[in-house]
Nanobody, 124 residues
Framework: QVQLVESGGGLVQAGGSLRLSCAAS????????MGWFRQAPGKEREFVAA????????YYADLVKGRFTISRDNAKNTAYLQMNSLKPEDTARYYC?????????????????WGLGTLVTVSS
């Protein structure tokens, strides 16, 4: 089992930045890819970004490419999502995800573990 806890959400003005963190605990000795999804009110959960165990491979949704950056620190069992140039349409609950395999699988929605999410609100 892998437990995921997100933090770093909050209220920010359009054009601002936030950095989300996802701390993993439990079965962290196994290689696992990590990623972020988001769900806005009344909408389906959507893929945002994913990163491989080594950090050498990343994937991004087109909507966030160039604005968001995913990274990880395996020594701290933590993944990050740096979000810049935020827009009101980025408002959503952001969920951390882990997969005991490749990052591409996260992009395809094949998730082994989910966090409970952290709320990001971008005001106009």
């Amino acid at each position: 089992q892998v437990q995921l806890v997100e933090s770093g959400g909050g209220l920010v003005q359009a054009g601002g930045s936030l950095r989300l963190s996802c701390a993993a605990s439990g079965r962290t000795f196994s290689p696992y890819a990590m990623g972020w999804f988001r769900q806005a009110p009344g909408k389906e959960r959507e893929f945002v970004a994913a990163i491989s165990w080594s950090g050498g491979t990343t994937y991004y949704a087109d909507l966030v490419k160039g604005r968001f950056t995913i990274s990880r620190d395996n020594a701290k069992n933590t993944a990050y999502l740096q979000m810049n140039s935020l827009k009101p349409e980025d408002t959503a609950r952001y969920y951390c995800a882990a997969r005991l395999s490749d990052a591409q699988g996260i992009m395809m929605g094949n998730i082994d573990y989910w966090g409970l999410g952290t709320l990001v609100t971008v005001s106009s």
